[in-house]
């Protein structure tokens, strides 16, 4: 495959009940990520990485690969050393897209429980280290937050929008570009149950 036929292949993938049953796994989630982050990977480099050993890596990669989440990247790979790589950019999945499977239900639970520690986990490291970061950084990075009242396809609408701009910026981004850092960016809403009427 050509570099323009990889450039036209599809980057998102919306989540079928067998591939988020095996997604929702610690290291299957940190395995996904770090491919993304850091492109294609041998088990051992992703071990060393993750702090974890070659075997898990392969076992759990080979479950990856299984669903079609990573593919092996034959470019690379030579003998018996195997190279992988994310099969797409961006997971995607509604909730609601697995009311009829408990155990498709629960994995996406342990999904979303697992970003919002890795939130947790990210901003802690952050408030760390930030006063080591230049002005221009920490102007830029952190959080904020905003209450409204809206329906809930004015919130779909909403979320819709963010993705796309959010989306734009990812397609435009040059790794290469001078002062360019790897950013992880989070997008939630929640409802404000103590105030429900």
């Known amino acids: 495959m050509g570099n323009d036929e990889k450039a036209a292949s599809p980057r998102e993938v919306r989540l079928d009940h067998r591939q988020v049953r095996v997604l929702a796994h610690p290291l299957r989630m940190r395995l996904l990520g770090a491919l993304r982050t850091t492109g294609p990977a041998t088990a051992t480099t992703l071990a060393e990485l993750l702090d974890t050993n070659t075997g ?40 609601t897209d697995f009311d009829d499977d408990p155990d ?64 734009r910026y990812h397609d435009e981004a040059d790794p290469a570009e001078p002062g360019a850092e790897q950013v992880h960016l989070f997008l939630a809403g929640y409802p404000m149950l103590e105030g429900r009427r």
Do not use: C, N
Request: glycine residues 6%; aromatic residues 10%.
């Open 56 to 95: 898990a890596t392969s076992y759990h990669l080979r479950q990856l690969a299984e669903v079609g989440l990573v593919v092996e990247d034959p470019e690379r790979g030579s003998g018996r050393q195997r190279w992988w790589q994310a099969a797409h950019d961006v997971t995607s999945w509604e909730p």
């Open 104 to 167: 498709a239900r629960a994995a996406v639970q342990w999904i979303h429980g697992d970003q919002v520690r890795l939130l947790v986990e990210r901003a802690e490291r952050w408030l760390a280290v930030e006063h080591e970061w230049p002005t221009a950084w920490r102007d830029a990075f952190g959080m904020g937050d905003i209450f409204m009242t809206i329906p809930a396809h004015r919130l779909e609408a909403l979320k819709t929008e963010l993705w796309q701009v959010l989306e």
